[in-house]
């Protein structure tokens, strides 16, 4: 049984990931911290947890986070930085939900999170947590990275025609659209029912924290420099983001080909038949992501769509699958998951 | 493993069944019919079941129900009536999710679904399939009636006091809320998300045809006739009932108590500890239905809440609960899910 | 022209009293006040307003409310009574959309609001605006308590029954849902869109504090004290109310023709014809009360059905219906709203 | 008085010119027409309009349309075309909500719209509604076409960087989001709340009928052919349509006072402040487009946000300003709405 120690328990990763790992054979779930809530039976905040789980939040000062085998941070930016190194020195094996380890290079990651970085040394040796890519990396890692769920959307959909270097990567967009529970469960006003609900806005247009890391991403794909507008939307429903990418073509393709061989073997990218338009709900509560590619008219844009649970293969689901590589478990353990239709 | 046949699975209670038995490790799902998408691949009317389900639809006619051990009708009222005498002399069990089977007086099923019964004969030895009341002769039955949502949600938090006598049963009130989708999955502009979202409603409040259902399951419980109005609810989201009942109080009792043991044993019934409010999100995509029960300013009306995803406890869930005591099955097996919160 | 003031403009019912007196010919909006955002255009937090207002919050210290031919009070339990006194003594015209002037008796107020109140002698001088009740005495207020969204719901379908004393007074039900704006514009987590988005719930059921003033309103009507048990529910929608009512009858009558009599005159108060069901979206954004009488198979219960919009009828529409009133205005100005549907 | 008559008056766009005319001082509503409701009550389909609107649905056999000034059509495509010849002959004016008159090239329209144009010859003579571009052939005109949802919001936003030759124009690309509302009231599985709730889509990305009509009035403003990828995509609430435009910036402007001087005198355009997100709730009910120009991160990729309310400025609003205009009144006539927030 692999021991597990979650910090953050309170906020909607936190509680994903309770609901994945509470039916997870190999797990034992040893702690779950929360400073303002020690002591509170973890179901009595979620109700949703009566009958699966029987944990109290403990206080991070008697947490006895290195007796565990790994440590998941489902924390806000900048926690996860203070307590990796000790946690590694005790041997702990880290997977950090949160951005801290996500961008290579530290004076980025600075100016877009607005704080110094508490432990730069460890960023290099930090894996990006998608498996998609890194699969071989995040086996070994110590320190994971899990991405982002904007980043886990659109890098899915573009990396196959950036690996293959068929796009043009000057100009490259993706307009996202993002369920409210990716704004976290945070007491604000612009996230509340009677805002959000019957509404859609732009935001971030400006600049949003996970375009350097989907820049750094693709970048990685196409082994140079992509530019790229990233515009995110917040859209009245609770889970699910779609992101819709537009790519001009470079060179002449069977798109869809190019996508079913990509992901022949992955477990959790599924490769929707020509025509065919994902739809979020398709894939709610589980581990998958669904992409189409599209070339309307036969012009010389393609666009991708791309469909994940921003909660789970945008967040804990990721983050199950990569402790799950990370101890030789069979991947899909746990993530076995049909989505919740209607 | 069991050999399983669904009658008409292009409903929110078929495409359930089937999330629920894909990962079923007793089951094996032999046929789905439908009519109209005969040879439609499930998964392409469904496109969250692709990969956990490679079946297409088979037309009626050449289904060979006869060959399953359980055939699951999920189909429009009167329908199940047409095969079940055929089906059942084939030493096929059969649990129906309609309601052709649910009330024991054939007179008053004519006069609520407005239309002649094919097998009146079977009716008296259909099984009402609410295992908290039931389980006995579920185990034993080859026709089981699966209880409609509201009924579901409605007695199980009123049957204790009725068992018990502790309360006056001339006046019952029963305040029921529904998700939409509680009203199939019908071509109707009354559920469209234009109608339907940004809006509540009462409907049939002159006569409910779940309302001879739940009387019928009281009576049973208080051992004579009960009076009680029953008024159901349109609100605005896709799954859940949430049911408010007001009884008045004939003698004092620990009503908490009272609930708590009454239900002691039972894996789907969750008595939630006083003073508490249960949330439909709290069961969403689950088989439970959490209870509680509430004595307003110490006064002489009891106020009990009920919540329960109608497609789950409501339908499908429920009906796989009973098969699963019907073949011998650990009750819970393929139904220990954890609710989908948010 | 009316000079008129608003205290606190930046919850709903401030944003809301914007929207109507804009277009309100009769009026001249001097002042609207805010501690946090003085200075701040109002269109800039309400961006609905751009082109309909052009006017900034201002700080409650330079607000020269006493210029004011009437003060709205949109601010929280426990504001209003800290100004009212030195507002009517300059002679300006007060109506509260908050709760301080609502129950006459004092210990009653203390006990549900956990406050000391800070003006008892003028809560007798106090006028309950409920115009369907209290018209002639509204005509005449210096201080108008403006009605709770409930009580407004709750009062106009019951009080026609009260009035002609033909129900049993003991033990009358009113199990009534609310849209999330009525929680109010606060930073709250249970109020979030991933909160209460596609779920539903009771709350208060031990005791809500629009019960005394319910309570009140029905006593006043039956002329003797009456039981009753209220439940509020939130419902995943933003505006709206209905409540649904219960009430055994001690004396028959023709149900649909007292209704139609009582509210006859009424602009506000629509009586649906016999079998309808209002449902809350016909009164989006209008000052409407739609009512409908049912009696269920002939039963000796009778069900009353009442839809508003809870910012406008429930709190917004009623106070400028209020203050049309009081300054001999035709009662419908800027209130003759066709509802927005769908 | 203008008098008025509406063919097609069921579906969202015709119970909306009803919610505006209902209160449009110079109109009297002479007739409504619709085949199946004929004698039914407008008010008892759509009870908002109770207290409003006393008119029943006409047979349009008997609906003496040519007793009107001005007959709207809020029908299914190709309705009008089959009765305009006879009303212009009679002398009353068209306005077409549907899409009838709007392509110029018939051949185009054919092809899109899949049937024979019954009277090509009209086309060329129908003046494109868009009051922005066309008003003084409004003015003028006989028949009016009144543009689509998505080609408003769509060129409101690129029309006046076209104009002005800044943008690259061969390859444009319109991300556009609208509300279920959009689809129309029709009995169709894919909008039923409980399939496009809690959901986010594309959908028509091989082609959507208002890529031909928005590519037209790009093509009219850049005075040549423009290369336009266009994908529509559905979001889980009632009203609204947000489009984001990506275009390449050719020459550097100052982009901000660019729109606000080409929308400096339209009563129904406002552009934002620099730095804004228009939300689709802040014209939730009127005629408004709020617009916003972004170039991100200072590059050479200029991204526009516009906002509109697809019932109002994307349909029945928008008609009623083209009538307004037509017919010499103020173009704000019973279009002075302040919008419905939250």
Not at 275 to 296: D, L, M, Q, Y
Not at 301 to 310: R, Y
């Amino acid at each position: 049984m692999i021991k597990v120690g979650i910090v953050g328990g309170t906020g909607y990763t936190g509680v994903e990931l309770l609901r994945l790992l509470a039916t997870h054979p190999q797990v034992e779930l040893k702690v779950i911290t929360s400073r303002a809530d020690a002591g509170t039976p973890v179901s009595q905040m979620f109700p949703s947890l009566r009958g699966h789980l029987d944990l109290s939040f403990t206080h991070p000062d008697s947490a006895h986070l290195d007796k565990c085998d790994v440590v998941f941070f489902a924390t806000p930016n900048g926690i996860a930085m203070q307590q990796t190194r000790e946690l590694l020195a005790a041997g702990v094996r880290v997977i950090d939900l949160a951005a801290d380890f996500r961008i290579q290079d530290v004076a980025v990651w600075e100016k877009w999170y607005g704080m110094s970085h508490a432990c730069p040394d460890l960023i290099a040796g930090a894996v990006y947590g998608l498996p998609e890519i890194n699969r071989a990396k995040i086996k070994e890692a110590q320190l994971v990275a899990n991405p982002g769920c904007y980043p886990t959307a659109v890098q899915l959909a573009l990396i196959p025609l950036l690996e293959a270097g068929l796009v043009e990567t000057s100009n490259l967009i993706a307009d996202a659209k993002s369920g409210v529970s990716g704004a976290g469960r945070k007491a604000e006003v612009g996230i509340l029912f009677s805002e959000a609900g019957d509404n859609f806005k732009a935001y971030g247009v400006a600049g949003h924290r996970h375009l350097p890391e989907i820049r750094q991403g693709l970048a990685r794909a196409a082994q140079h420099e992509v530019g790229l507008t990233f515009v995110p939307h917040l859209t009245p429903m609770i889970r699910g983001i779609h992101a819709t990418m537009y790519a001009r073509i470079k060179k002449d393709a069977d798109w869809q080909a190019l996508f079913e061989q990509r992901y022949a073997n992955e477990p959790f990218v599924d490769v929707l038949p020509a025509g065919s338009h994902p739809e979020t709900r398709s894939v709610r509560g589980s581990n998958k992501c669904r992409i189409a590619v599209h070339r309307p008219q036969g012009g010389d844009t393609l666009v991708l769509l791309s469909a994940i649970d921003n909660l789970v293969k945008g967040a804990a689901g990721q983050a199950v699958q990569n402790m799950n590589i990370m101890f030789g478990l069979p991947e899909t353990t746990a993530l076995n998951i049909v989505p919740l239709l209607p």
